[in-house]
């Protein structure tokens, strides 16, 4: 693939001068003219390599800083975006937190509505001390709103991140 | 003499030489997959061109970043354009670099001592 080459025409000069050498006679002047090509060249050559090999280097210099911009620029990035993450998180959990205890809340209302309209006359019925009986009833109503809210909000947490990794999937694809 | 317009790309550079003006310009990237495929045509039609170049040719050379094996072809076109010189024409390079790129600017120095041309390195504003 010599002709296909960018040091095409180098090769080519290197083939005659190996043809030359092949030769089984030269007179003295051809001699001359053959070693004076062959300086030419050369020297030609050392002129490209040198000034190849400067710019070959003054190039890579430039694609070093570029790739570690471009490094910094990731690393920041990186930074932001984690910044970002953490903030949505708190934003999620700040609003399923209020959601929470918004249903929390409904539900200990429903069961106040409940015990006084249905549970309260069973206990009247069936205890003699139904005040302290009704009194314990709401006890543990009011006890069981706080582990409810966090019951409540660590589900709907779960259920939040587990959207968020699906929909990133979804992304990623 | 016809003109030689090739289009830029991503890897390789554009390529406007007018022939009848005399400008020719090359600018843009040069990475090329193979640089010999793209740039022998260039190589030809500057042999072509010697025997046909008006009183005055100005090179326009405007490089945002090119491989080592586009330095060697960048060297063979300053080569063509000095045997242009050689024929008693005007020939003037105009190296164009960004205004920060220092390399882009070293690399114009470094062709001016090599090629032994006329030179104007001129620095441009970022886009």
């Known amino acids: ?173 | 003499m016809d003109n030689l317009n090739i289009e830029g790309t991503k890897q390789t550079p554009e390529i406007d030489f007018d022939a009848a003006s005399g400008i020719l310009k090359i600018s843009g990237r040069s990475i090329p997959e193979n640089t010999f495929e793209f740039f022998n045509p260039v190589l030809l039609w500057l042999d072509s061109y010697a025997a046909e170049a008006p009183e005055k040719v100005i090179a326009k050379i405007n490089l945002e970043y090119f491989n080592t094996s586009s330095s060697k072809y960048i060297l063979e076109v300053l080569k063509r354009l000095k045997n242009i010189l050689h024929d008693g024409k005007d020939v003037l390079v105009q190296w164009y670099y960004e205004e920060d790129d220092e390399e882009m600017m070293e690399t114009g120095e470094d062709y001016e001592d090599v090629s032994g041309l006329p030179f104007e390195i001129i620095a441009v504003e970022e886009d």
């Open chain 1, 1 to 173: 693939m010599a002709k296909q080459s960018i040091y095409q025409r180098e090769i080519e000069n290197l083939e005659q001068s190996k043809s030359f050498l092949k030769r089984s006679e030269y007179s003295k002047l051809e001699l001359q003219l053959e070693f004076k090509k062959i300086v030419e060249n050369y020297e030609e050559l050392i002129d490209q390599v040198k000034i190849i090999t400067k710019i070959s280097d003054r190039l890579q210099k430039k694609l070093n800083r570029t790739n570690e911009a471009l490094e910094n620029s990731n690393n920041q990035l990186a930074e932001l975006n984690s910044q970002l993450n953490e903030t949505i998180d708190q934003l999620t959990e700040a609003k399923i937190g209020r959601r929470a205890a918004t249903i929390v809340m409904m539900v200990a209302i429903a069961l106040f509505i409940i015990s006084e309209a249905f549970i309260e006359p069973q206990i009247d019925k069936m205890f003699s001390d139904n005040f302290i009986v009704g009194l314990g009833l709401k006890l543990v109503v009011a006890i069981l709103i706080k582990p409810g809210e966090d019951f409540a909000n660590k589900y709907m947490l779960r259920k939040a991140r587990k959207k968020q990794l699906e929909d990133a999937k979804v992304q990623g694809h």
